[in-house]
């Protein structure tokens, strides 16, 4: 049995959901300590307070500032000095936290502080995130603007950190590899358990998840979209003809996933996977300012398993021409090209101990 430091940024559910997905197939093998900021800690000490073989530490993180509905990074930055200035004592800190209890192995989803105080101590850690697509894949079909954002932005990566052993991508997209990438492993989404084995149904409603803001436009086109539509994001509020509200809530999502038409969202990467791992056709609507997510938007219409298109200008009519061609996307999506699970696993298992277990097997079949 090993030991594992696993650090996770704090913004948005889906470092947490992708790191929750990893936990729970290395726990029945190691132990994991997990440290976590403001969204992510709340998600996942809520699952592993109770636990023997998971322990969740709170740790300061870094987050996106809006400006209406728009991230604004002027504001982010700003917001960000806070956290800059604490970043030596933190690194000091899990310094010390790393000598006292000597992980067999060190993994980050883009958190800083973590592989900054393992690179000190000369000790070895990956990195496994979405965001290192921007280092990592050939972004040459990018229309120019976002092109050019990429690369600025990209030159940005490294300064979270740098120095890891192995970079794994966890992506729906995967266009091939930039040259001198040979330590980069690109997979596709982690897949909670209860998706894995889920059997999807259609039963014709629209499943929408927003964060935050609720774009006037498409609210709009909902109300007149001639469907029942399941809402997650804006809280819960009084159901208002055919839209029906709802707090976030694990399993009542989980199974409104599996049994929705075709999923309206936020172009974030890992439920995005998660719908077309499922063969729900995606209508993506990049959050205004959020440049990954239009990098995503643009890679799912480009692999054909769904739309993307802005908040500002979206009608009823655009609603009504994804709505047609739901029939037609859902035959193209091969969820077989967007389900990484085991691809990652094996990558990380390479650097670990192996379990004394299977040890014991290995040498009952050899004898």
């Known amino acids: 049995m090993g030991r594992i430091f696993y650090s996770v940024a704090g913004e948005g559910r889906g470092h947490a959901t992708r790191v929750r997905t990893v936990v729970e197939e290395l726990r029945q093998e190691h132990e994991v300590v997990l440290l976590a900021p403001h969204v992510a800690f709340e998600f996942l000490d809520d699952i592993y307070h109770d636990s023997d073989d998971v322990e969740v530490r709170r740790i300061p993180g870094l987050q996106f500032c809006y400006n209406g509905r728009r991230v604004s990074y002027f504001s982010s930055i700003r917001q960000s000095v806070p956290y800059l200035r604490q970043l030596p004592e933190l690194v000091n800190s899990m310094e010390r936290m790393l000598r006292d209890e000597q992980p067999d192995l060190i993994i980050t989803d883009f958190e800083p502080a973590l592989p900054?105080?393992?690179?000190?101590?000369?000790?070895?850690?990956?990195?496994?995130?979405?965001?290192?697509?921007?280092?990592?894949?050939?972004?040459?079909?990018?229309?120019?603007?976002?092109?050019?954002?990429?690369?600025?932005?990209?030159?940005?990566?490294?300064?979270?950190?740098?120095?890891?052993?192995?970079?794994?991508?966890?992506?729906?997209?995967?266009?091939?590899?930039?040259?001198?990438?040979?330590?980069?492993?690109?997979?596709?989404?982690?897949?909670?358990?209860?998706?894995?084995?889920?059997?999807?149904?259609?039963?014709?409603?629209?499943?929408?998840?927003?964060?935050?803001?609720?774009?006037?436009?498409?609210?709009?086109?909902?109300?007149?979209?001639?469907?029942?539509?399941?809402?997650?994001?804006?809280?819960?509020?009084?159901?208002?003809?055919?839209?029906?509200?709802?707090?976030?809530?694990?399993?009542?999502?989980?199974?409104?996933?599996?049994?929705?038409?075709a999923l309206i969202s936020n172009a974030g990467n890992q439920l995005v996977g998660e719908a077309l791992s499922l063969k729900k056709p995606v209508l993506a609507i990049p959050e205004e300012g959020n440049f990954e997510q239009s990098v995503n938007a643009h890679f799912l219409a480009q692999t054909g398993y769904g739309v993307g298109h802005d908040a500002a200008s979206l009608t009823d009519k655009h609603l009504k021409q994804f709505l047609e061609q739901v029939p037609e996307i859902r035959e193209r999506i091969d969820p077989s090209q967007v389900i990484g699970n085991s691809a990652a696993l094996d990558a990380i298992r390479r650097y670990l101990p192996i379990p004394t277990n299977t040890m014991s097997d290995e040498v009952v079949r050899v004898a």
């Not at 050939?138 to 120019?144: H, N, Q, V």
């Not at 992506?171 to 998706?195: A, H, I, K, Y």
């Not at 399941?230 to 509200?245: A, F, K, S, T």
Request: hydrophobic residues 40%; positive net charge; contains cysteine.
């Open 116 to 261: 900054r105080a393992a690179k000190r101590l000369g000790l070895p850690f990956l990195s496994f995130d979405h965001q290192h697509f921007l280092t990592s894949f050939d972004l040459s079909s990018l229309p120019l603007p976002l092109w050019l954002k990429a690369q600025s932005i990209a030159l940005s990566i490294n300064l979270f950190y740098s120095g890891q052993r192995e970079t794994i991508v966890s992506s729906f997209f995967t266009p091939p590899l930039r040259r001198g990438c040979g330590n980069v492993t690109s997979v596709g989404v982690m897949l909670r358990r209860e998706l894995q084995q889920a059997i999807p149904h259609d039963e014709r409603h629209l499943l929408v998840y927003l964060r935050r803001f609720a774009p006037p436009r498409l609210m709009d086109a909902l109300r007149r979209c001639g469907r029942d539509v399941v809402i997650y994001g804006l809280g819960e509020l009084p159901r208002e003809g055919n839209l029906r509200y709802f707090e976030v809530n694990e399993t009542g999502f989980i199974d409104d996933l599996i049994n929705c038409h």
